[in-house]
């Protein structure tokens, strides 16, 4: 018996790559009554189920080489394919983000489980898994209902995010009991929280900037560019998300878990200079000397932007451009273009989409997806030290290393 453990997204694409294979009986377990629960809540409840274009470099955490061989395993072709063989057409929409046309994500979820009972896959919802030991050349599982054994084990428990799904960190201290290591966890595309209140003025507004994300060893060594993020930023009550927000959590949050020292700034003018602000204002100051500085900052920002930005350098909205002074422009400008933002934290994994960390990718044969530590067992999905930004690129994680993993489950012998 092949035993999957856990049946979210990889679980059960492993489970059904495997069953289509002829691979077999194949068991699910999930501790939930009613499994897929991160799957119903992704991408607002829609699933984004993949991206248009993945590549490695899409990914954090694990070499590039090796997410690479995974990826090209299993593409984006072929899960679009596999979506549409079993009843679920996609749409791209910004980004390259594709989602089911039914903009449902029970309807993903459904679809998965469906071909999971079309197959004669047993899915034993309710039954959790609390420890798994070597017996011989198998392994005997204590359940909450008893104990099974199995001759060949997969782990798709998830990490550490959306805990309330299941993804409490059960399944990687069964990975270490079985002899692997686990990188330090962390959340990943995750909401960020603020210091003071320049974020509270601005709740519910979003808007293009550039993000970047710096961290050093200490202040005589400087800081390095860790992380350079451009798009849509959402101010909140909390402090700040949307995508750019959540995909630059992960690097401050890595960087503070390693000890170093760590700051993020924002550009409110992706892609823009200095001179050619400060050139594009006093051309207007010229040509329109009783323009405001809030209509002006208006051209280029949401207009409570830009008065908070300018209130906060001690610049009044209703000040004539003629009258702006040289150094009260240029600092203004400053700030536009280089604003510290106060990071205080992330509202942790409750609210996190992934997780960063778990096990080492290279303890894992990525041809296979067979663990290099315990024969027999086998690692997918978010149990992997492998996290991807926003966009569908870790649901797409999910499907290809289920595919490699229903391989390797197939050649080996039972």
């Not at 005997?140 to 054994?149: A, C, E, F, N, P």
């Not at 009044?316 to 422009?329: I, S, V």
């Amino acid at each position: 018996m092949i035993a999957v453990v856990g049946a979210g997204a990889a679980g059960l694409a492993t489970a059904i790559f495997t069953a289509r294979r002829g691979g077999g009986p194949v068991v699910c377990f999930d501790g939930a009554a009613r499994p897929g629960a991160k799957i119903l809540v992704s991408g607002g409840s829609r699933c984004n189920v993949t991206n248009r274009v993945v590549s490695e470099r899409d990914f954090n955490g694990a070499p590039p080489h090796l997410v690479r061989r995974v990826l090209r395993a299993f593409t984006v072709e072929e899960t679009v394919a596999f979506f549409a063989g079993i009843g679920v057409a996609l749409h791209e929409e910004e980004g390259g983000k594709l989602f089911p046309d039914a903009n449902r994500s029970r309807v993903v979820l459904q679809a998965l489980l469906d071909e999971a009972g079309r197959l004669g896959i047993t899915l034993r919802a309710g039954e959790r898994v609390t420890e798994i030991e070597r017996v011989g050349g198998g392994f005997r599982l204590r359940t909450s209902k008893g104990t099974v054994d199995a001759g060949r084990v997969v782990l798709a428990t998830g990490g550490l995010s959306l805990p309330k799904s299941g993804s409490d960190g059960r399944g990687l201290a069964m990975a270490e009991g079985l002899g692997h290591s686990v990188v330090p966890c962390t959340p990943a595309l995750v909401p960020l929280v603020l210091d003071g209140d320049f974020h509270a003025r601005l709740a519910g507004v979003a808007h293009e900037v550039e993000l970047t994300v710096r961290a050093g060893r200490g202040p005589e060594g400087g800081r390095a560019v860790v992380a350079r993020h451009r798009g849509s930023l959402l101010w909140t009550h909390f402090g700040v998300s949307g995508p750019v927000g959540l995909d630059a959590s992960r690097h401050w949050l890595r960087a503070k878990l390693e000890g170093r020292e760590v700051e993020a700034r924002l550009s409110f003018l992706p892609g823009r200079e200095f001179g050619d602000c400060e050139g594009e204002l006093l051309a207007l100051g010229v040509s329109s000397p009783r323009t405001t500085l809030g209509s002006a900052l208006g051209r280029w920002l949401p207009a409570a932007v830009g008065a908070a930005v300018a209130s906060g350098q001690g610049s009044e909205g209703a000040t004539p451009l003629g009258r702006l002074g040289r150094r009260e422009r240029r600092q203004l400008l400053g700030a536009l273009l280089d604003w510290p933002l106060p990071v205080a934290g992330s509202r942790g994994y409750d609210y996190a989409e992934a997780t960063a960390g778990g096990v080492p990718l290279d303890e894992v044969d990525t041809r296979t997806m067979a663990s290099r530590r315990s024969p027999g067992l086998f690692l997918v999905g978010e149990m992997l030290d492998v996290d991807g930004r926003i966009g569908g690129f870790n649901f797409q994680w999910a499907w290809s290393t289920a595919w490699v993993a229903a391989g390797g489950l197939c050649a080996a012998p039972l």
